[in-house]
């Protein structure tokens, strides 16, 4: 079965949820660049990015690029996820911020992950 998305749906989801977080919930206020909560959502998302991957590509025999795509999708879902729960508990602070280090995170994760396992 070959699924596909449309190349835009991801920008545009993302967008959304950004948007949602910062007008429903305050997310914007109070929430800086740099702070240690970013670097530990970065290094997080990269750790699991890489760590999914290289699961996938030694344990379930799949192609490097999929290992890649597995890895990205899994640690910035799992990110996406905990803002979402964020936003849905109380006392919970959504940040539009922290989507944007796990992203980042995701990306430099499967980054080191294709570079590390051939191809």
Not at 2 to 29: E, F, K, Q, V, Y
Not at 36 to 63: C, I, P, Q, W
Request: hydrophobic content about 55%.
């Amino acid at each position: 079965m070959d699924l596909r998305i449309a190349p835009n749906s991801g920008r545009a989801l993302l967008s959304g949820l950004l948007l949602w977080m910062c007008a429903s919930h305050g997310a914007c206020r109070a929430d800086t660049w740099l702070g240690r909560d970013k670097l530990e959502h970065f290094g997080v998302t990269a750790a699991m990015a890489a760590a999914a991957g290289f699961v996938a590509y030694n344990h379930f025999d799949v192609s490097h690029d999929d290992a890649v795509a597995v890895g990205f999708g899994v640690s910035l879902g799992l990110g996406g996820l905990k803002e979402i729960v964020d936003a849905n508990v109380p006392g919970g602070q959504p940040s539009a911020k922290d989507i944007v280090a796990d992203l980042l995170g995701a990306l430099a994760g499967a980054a080191l992950l294709a570079a590390i396992i051939a191809r």
